[in-house]
Structure formats: structure tokens, C-alpha cells
């Protein structure tokens, strides 16, 4: 509803819409390639949780998957939240270009998050690009990776909008 309002300016050009996010908001991309009915051209997502049930077993903050998640996704009856707002159960509808930044030292959401989601596009046939940093966490920290990063973000937005 947000974007929908704010397209409505005339200094939005609606056939280029863009969505980037990182961490929730990596996880909210994840979740709204699935959802978007064709509102955006492209998508960059950064360090987003893709699958909960895979995610449960190798994050390290357990904290953040039983509170926002409910639990363990094998306790019965199981929390609605692995199905409902699981980005995984969404790939059957996801048509839009999208790049991938996944750090290699990332705990909080581990690598395998990364590599699931730029599988799933790959096996699709969606324009894709998978961003590995194999040293940097969560966040990009290293100047060097800092410019690599804007490069290839810039550039993937120059390429699919």
C-alpha cells in the first residue's frame, strides 16, 4: 500500500520500481518477490532469511527464531509462521530479477539463506546475481568489500531498471 501511494507522484516512474533491503528487510525482499503481482522490476536483497526451517538449525541466535517465529518449526501443532511468511513456500511465483549479497561470516543468518535463495532464482530462470563476501558478517565492514559492494549494487540497478 506504501509504494502504491507513493507511485502516485510524479516523481516516481512506476515502470522502474526497485526494492532493496538487508537483514529483515533482505528477508522482506525474499518474501515479496513471492508476493509483488508485478509491482517491481527488480530486487536486491542483502543477508535475508530465505527458509525458516533450515534457518532454525544453523543460526546462532536462537532468541530471534523462537520469539518472531514461534518456536520450533517440529513442535506440534506447528507455528503458523513457517508456511504463512515463509519465503521459501512463495518461489513458485517468483518472476522478478534479483540480486543476492550474502556475507560468509554471517551467523545471525547464515550463508546457506544466500545460496538457497540465488539457487532457487537460478533454477527458475530468473536474472540473478549471488554477491558473496566470504569474510565479512551481517554488515560489510572492510572498505575494500565497501566498494565492491556499491559497484555491483549500482550496477545490477543500471542492468534490470
Do not use: C
Not at 516516481?12 to 537483514?23: H, I
Request: a neutral charge; zero cysteines; proline letters at 6%.
Amino acid at each position: 500500500a506504501a509504494v502504491d501511494d507513493i507511485s502516485r507522484g510524479p516523481y516516481v516512474d512506476k515502470a522502474r520500481l526497485g526494492a532493496v533491503g538487508a537483514s529483515y528487510g533482505g528477508y522482506s525482499i525474499f518474501m515479496l518477490a513471492g508476493v509483488h503481482e508485478n509491482r517491481f522490476k527488480s530486487f536486491i536483497a542483502h543477508d535475508g532469511l530465505f527458509d525458516f526451517r533450515s534457518w532454525y538449525g544453523t543460526t546462532e541466535e536462537l532468541w530471534f527464531a523462537n520469539k518472531d517465529l514461534g518456536g520450533p518449526y517440529w513442535q506440534q501443532p506447528g507455528p503458523a509462521s513457517y508456511k504463512s511468511f515463509n519465503p521459501v513456500e512463495f518461489v513458485s511465483k517468483w518472476n522478478t530479477p534479483i540480486m543476492i549479497v550474502q556475507g560468509g561470516k554471517d551467523y545471525r543468518v547464515p550463508v546457506e539463506q544466500g545460496l538457497g535463495a540465488f539457487q532457487a532464482a537460478q533454477l527458475k530462470g530468473i536474472k540473478s546475481r549471488l554477491l558473496y563476501l566470504p569474510e565479512e558478517n551481517h554488515w560489510v565492514l572492510s572498505p575494500q568489500n565497501a566498494i565492491v559492494w556499491q559497484r555491483e549494487f549500482f550496477k545490477w540497478l543500471d542492468e534490470t531498471l
